[in-house]
């Protein structure tokens, strides 16, 4: 276990420290290779490697110029996970002579390796000569002939460029005066060019008909979209300087005036440009061509080459040179009969090293064997035309061979997990999980259950529970407080209890009692309803309540002749035969059920 | 006669055999088919599930299963169609949740521009546990309990603060529950939800495809489909673009 920390810790520093990334290459550039006597050029020597913190370069002998440093740029660029760090060194060199200077190469010596630039080489003209004739133009005013203070000037490095071919477009403003703002900048109109511009913008002093200017270039990189004669607009750029028109004032206070001088705005522009664009030839192009221009190399790696059937193969395709390599097209790659393929992950890296712009494709595919056998993922092809060789070319990965063994039970592939942005991924997850084996609830699909009539019948019976509570609830308390309602509740039934009294009574042959039970139910039932007391109610009483309750006429004439057959049967000694008892029954009997269907009302 | 009663067996058996499934036989299958898969034979496996699935029937490990051929058999984005399809039948299962995270990493596209809605996010934590059927008869229980409740407090003329005390826990749950139920259906059953199954497909400004390409989307991407006509879909993605889909490029979860 121990042994096995000890390596894993060896082996992160040696690969943190870079030592598993020993490509490091330096190269030496210099800008312009032909100069004046008066002039200046750039040297820049570039350090490139996948690790940080290199050693500065051993520089040449420059003893035959007065070279000045003008500091260190560094660029740090991950690509798939890849450090990879570029630190460029540049110095101004002034020539003290005429004549043509070859520049030996520098070195930096890393792990007793030692690594050289290229060799480059300065042409130094008499005075004057290396300024270009467009420039020295620009610095004079032409109807004075006096030199000028501040001007801008525009150049291409070429004027006859083919479509999507790299043009560098300079832009130089000179000013042999203090500024007394920032120069605002207007760039030219490049409607007819994929534009890049090139950083960082270079500060130095040139020597201009014998007049010294501080100068700041700026560098696009254009690319034209389609061919003809197009034309790059006029850059302009404002900017304030000290006012002379009064400089020859006598004022003695006048060398105050510079604290407090806002000066003249000063505008200038450069000459439109023309560029000659060269469609690409017709001639010699591969078919599936898709205008990728530049000059550019692919390369494949494969993670592993045996692997078993169903697991991935991740291989990284490597497109990489110089070019608009935004517009470079993928590589066409289709599944195969052998291989299922995925997309895993791309990355793009542009690089603009001395001016030059180019860069770095990645594009990482996923290869899952279907078969066990030898197989072969096959080459892609990448095909560009090269403007310097002025012919198309059509290069190709190398075709990787894949040993593919049948797959073992249980045994799951480990499928790439790419990084996507914003994704937290478990990092255990290294395939799907297995089937499950319990089929769980197989059922057929279940309807919604919000709409079933069985469901709205399910939650209505509480609502109609509630409602029969609540109507019986308030009934029972009324029936509690209110007792002429309790009376008129019952009136029915006391009336109904007291006729079936009577009918008990009507075999015992005592007809005084079942009448007066008879006229009981009667009166009972009247005073009740009305919630006034029986007693005391005269037979003519209660007619005037019934009459007056809306009863038919047959009606009170059957309780007008009950009620006086009870009188009879009640107060005289004259014997009461048994149908007139059964008719009396029935007839009381009747009478009630026609009182319950009328409303009675107490009568005035 | 009696060859027109033959004809009649045949008819029987022959339909038998070839008809829905019966309840008897839907475990086998079901098995037969984890037998194939162990064997890595996805096809078979997944011809057996797909005849369960036919014929109706529905559980969160067959649709699991499913998603598993589909992932072994090179088709990802009817993978994810089916791990949402049983994740929606057990939202809390682990292995689900991995397949779908695991086979969404090789989605070919990305959206971007997704905002996350915190209300939508904090009811869809609330209602993820349940289905709908599961929570409209939560939510019925509590109010069928609640009504009761109510009325024998109207009827026994009174209660204490016990009494009260629970009818109002209940109304608050019964409020909560009906909220999660409608908000549930608004968005899980109204809704209709899909998923991109074809590798690639084109997303049109119009339904048809004279109409310009308003992006290009790759399998396993979900949207919400708002209208549609016999051939396309009009479909809402997460980062709210529009836009007029193939149907034969999508699948409804």
């Known amino acids: ?604 | 006669m009696s060859k027109l009663l033959k004809i009649l067996v045949v008819l029987t058996i022959v339909t038998a055999a070839c008809g829905p499934v019966s309840a008897a036989v839907k475990d086998s299958i079901f098995a037969a088919a984890n037998d194939s898969y162990q064997n890595k034979d996805y096809e078979a496996a997944l011809e057996s599930y797909l005849k369960l699935s036919e014929n109706g029937y529905e559980s969160a490990p067959l649709f699991y299963n499913m998603g598993n051929c589909f992932f072994k058999t090179g088709r990802p984005g009817y993978a994810i169609l089916y791990y949402l399809k049983a994740q929606t039948l057990d939202p809390f299962d682990e292995d689900i949740a991995n397949n779908l995270t695991f086979a969404r990493q090789f989605m070919p596209t990305r959206l971007e521009g997704v905002q996350i809605n915190p209300v939508s996010t904090f009811m869809g934590t609330l209602t993820e546990p349940f289905s709908l059927n599961n929570l409209a008869w939560i939510s019925s229980g509590l109010f069928i309990l609640f009504l009761i409740c109510l009325s024998w407090k109207i009827y026994s003329g009174g209660g204490g603060l016990a009494i009260k005390v629970i009818l109002y826990s209940l109304l608050v749950l019964v409020i909560i529950s009906s909220g999660l139920t409608t908000y549930e259906y608004r968005t899980d059953y109204k809704v209709k939800k899909g998923v991109i199954v074809a590798d690639e497909t084109r997303i049109y400004s119009g339904p048809g495809e004279d109409n310009d390409v308003e992006f290009v989307g790759g399998f396993g991407l979900e949207f919400e489909v708002e209208s549609e006509t016999p051939d396309y879909y009009l479909v809402l993605f997460e980062n709210k673009r529009k836009g007029w889909i193939l149907k034969s490029d999508v699948e409804l979860i």
């Open chain 1, 1 to 604: 276990m121990i042994r096995k920390l000890i390596f894993i810790f060896i082996f992160s520093f040696v690969w943190s420290s870079g030592w598993c990334q020993d490509n490091v290459t330096i190269e030496m550039y210099i800008s312009p290779d032909t100069i004046g006597l008066d002039g200046q050029a750039m040297l820049s020597i570039v350090v490139k490697s996948g690790r940080q913190n290199l050693p500065a370069p051993q520089m040449p002998n420059l003893s035959m110029f007065d070279a000045v440093s003008s500091g260190t740029s560094t660029n740090i660029s991950i690509v798939n996970g890849a450090v990879e760090s570029s630190q460029a060194y540049n110095y101004i060199l002034y020539p003290k002579q005429q004549g043509t200077f070859n520049i030996k190469p520098a070195f930096i010596v890393l792990d007793r390796k030692r690594y050289e630039s290229n060799e480059v080489t300065l042409t130094v003209l008499k005075q004057g000569v290396g300024t270009p004739k467009g420039t020295q133009e620009a610095a004079q005013d032409s109807q004075t002939g006096e030199t000028r203070d501040v001007f801008l000037v525009a150049q291409l490095d070429k004027k006859r460029a083919f479509v999507n071919q790299q043009v560098t477009l300079t832009i130089k403003f000179y000013n042999a005066v203090r500024l007394l703002s920032q120069p605002d900048y207007t760039p030219p109109q490049t409607s007819d060019f994929w534009s890049e511009s090139i950083e960082p913008q270079r500060s130095y002093t040139e020597t201009i008909n014998g007049r010294r200017y501080n100068v700041i270039e700026l560098n696009t990189a254009l690319f034209p979209t389609r061919p003809g004669e197009l034309t790059i607009g006029s850059a302009m750029a404002s900017v304030q300087v000290p006012d002379n028109s009064a400089g020859r004032s006598r004022d003695p206070f006048r060398m105050f005036d510079s604290f407090f001088d806002r000066g003249v705005t000063r505008t200038v522009r450069t000459r439109p440009l023309t560029l000659d664009v060269q469609p690409l030839p017709a001639e010699g192009k591969p078919s599936g061509y898709s205008g990728t221009v530049g000059d550019f190399a692919i390369s494949s790696t494969a993670d592993k080459t045996t692997v078993e059937v169903n697991q991935p193969i991740t291989v990284t395709y490597k497109i990489n040179g110089t070019g608009n390599i935004k517009t470079v097209a993928e590589p066409k790659i289709e599944e195969t009969n052998d291989f299922r393929v995925y997309r895993a992950s791309s990355d793009e890296k542009v690089s603009k090293l001395q001016g030059i712009v180019g860069g770095t494709k990645i594009y990482e595919e996923t290869y899952i064997p279907k078969r066990a056998g030898n197989l072969v993922i096959p080459a892609v092809e990448l095909s560009f035309f090269d403007p310097r060789a002025k012919k198309y070319k059509t290069i190709s990965s190398k075709p990787i061979n894949i040993t593919a063994t049948a797959a073992s039970l249980n045994q799951y592939a480990e499928l790439p997990i790419p990084n996507v942005a914003g994704r937290v991924i478990d990092p255990n997850a290294k395939d799907i999980r297995y089937i499950k084996t319990d089929s769980g609830r197989l059922e057929k699909e279940k309807p919604l259950i919000l709409l079933t009539p069985l469901y709205l019948t399910l939650n209505g019976l509480p609502v109609l529970l509630l409602a029969f509570v609540w109507v019986a609830s308030r009934r029972r308390e009324r029936l509690a407080s209110d007792i002429g309602y309790a009376r008129s509740r019952a009136a029915k039934r006391m009336a109904r209890k007291r006729l079936g009294k009577a009918r008990k009574i009507a075999g015992s042959a005592n007809a005084a009692e079942f009448f007066a039970e008879i006229r009981m139910a009667l009166f009972s039932y009247v005073a009740d309803k009305l919630n006034i007391s029986p007693h005391g109610m005269t037979g003519d009483q209660l007619l005037a309540i019934v009459t007056g309750g809306g009863a038919d006429e047959d009606t009170v004439k059957d309780l007008k002749n009950l009620l006086r057959k009870a009188d009879f049967a009640q107060y005289s000694s004259a014997k009461v035969s048994a149908e007139d008892i059964k008719d009396s029954l029935d007839k009381a009997e009747n009478i009630m059920v026609k009182l319950e269907g009328i409303r009675l009302e107490q009568a005035a």
